[in-house]
């Protein structure tokens, strides 16, 4: 079966140093498989094969864990999934809270379960069966700030004139210069953040995909009032999270001399092969 990709086709229009990533990832690397061995020989897995597993859960303005979601594909390995998870220390909130509450983290992961030879040999004295990873990837899906914006028509990016700034344009002069600059910045963000694999992972039939991103960036230059349409929920939660992981700008822009919250719209067309 060839393999399904997304290629961004067409886009119009300070990640922050996780310490909670960091934490995580420590956490889970010290955790053992036994129990994920033995459940993946009694359904059919054999030694040696790599095995990929994906989890969702939350914390709250405490640092928390509050909530854990396991996807249908990894529901048989749900209860030591939910055991790794568990096992997560209290995470530093603060590094969330300026935009709300309640904090989402996706892992995926896959590993290598253990050999023929291994088995006996780590069972028979009775050790633990440290994992071998391949890969772990941790997304973090922070907080949509919202704030409360002024119904202006003239404060889309696409007609004000004196245009946000981000941190990479703010030493061009001339406005089209800014708006160019402003506008790959935003557009080599979404490239390099987007999650390709969601294609293959959710089995999208060949052909075109869209959505559409909308956001305002807030007259102190923060990316805010984030919403997405589109077709498919994990789709439009991809988007999202990637626009939520945009730097600030370093100014905003302004009407009249006068800051103003502006209106940013990314319609992203998918091609699925």
Known sequence: MMKKTILILFLTSTVLNSQNKKLIKETIYKQAINNIDEIALENGFKGNETICLKAFFKTDSKGNVIEINIPEKSQIFESELKSFIREIPKLDPSEY??????????????FKLATKSERKRILKKGEKIGIRFKWFYIKEYFPVKIIEIEDIKKNEFSKIESIPVTENCKNFINEDEIRKCVISDITRHINRKFDSDLASELGLPAGLQKIIITFYISKKGEIVNIASKGSREELREEGVRVMNTFPNFHKGGEIDGNLVDVKYTIPITFRVE
């Not at 809270?97 to 896959?110: D, E, P, R, S, V």
Request: charged share 20%; aromatic share 8%.
């Open 97 to 110: 809270l300026n935009k709300g509450t309640i904090m989402k983290y996706g892992l995926k992961m896959c």
